[in-house]
């Protein structure tokens, strides 16, 4: 990971949280259908991939399978609206605390640019 800055590092994050929110929205968007299983993926090893992608190679999404170990209803289903919303309220803070560490980021960037003109 040596030569990976912050922005690259923040950039990661954010998307693989973005990717996130989407699949969760979509398990949200399938809590009707017969036979659909709760799709989910590894936060940390798919934004360790998307930092190894930072390196040149485009990073093409994250691996995302049926989650183990949901009580299925009768006609099959395994999404249950509780935990999709506790998930998308981790998700939510993980994404606020990204974008307060970019604009943390961006502030440290306008000072050290204006500190040249004091």
Do not use: W
């Not at 009707?32 to 998307?50: C, H, I, L, V």
């Amino acid at each position: 990971m040596a030569g990976i800055d912050t922005m690259q590092l923040l950039e990661g994050y954010l998307k693989v949280n973005t990717d996130r929110q989407q699949m969760i929205v979509s398990n949200m968007a399938n809590i009707d259908t017969p036979g659909y299983k709760t799709q989910g993926f590894d936060f940390e090893r798919e934004f360790a991939s998307a930092l190894q992608g930072s390196g040149g190679t485009a990073f093409a999404g994250p691996k995302v399978g049926d989650v183990d170990g949901l009580v299925a209803r009768p006609d099959g289903n395994t999404v249950s609206m509780d935990r999709e919303s506790l998930e998308m309220a981790k998700a939510q803070l993980k994404f606020r605390m990204g974008t307060q560490l970019l604009k943390h980021e961006f502030s440290t960037m306008m000072s050290a640019i204006h500190a040249e003109t004091k």
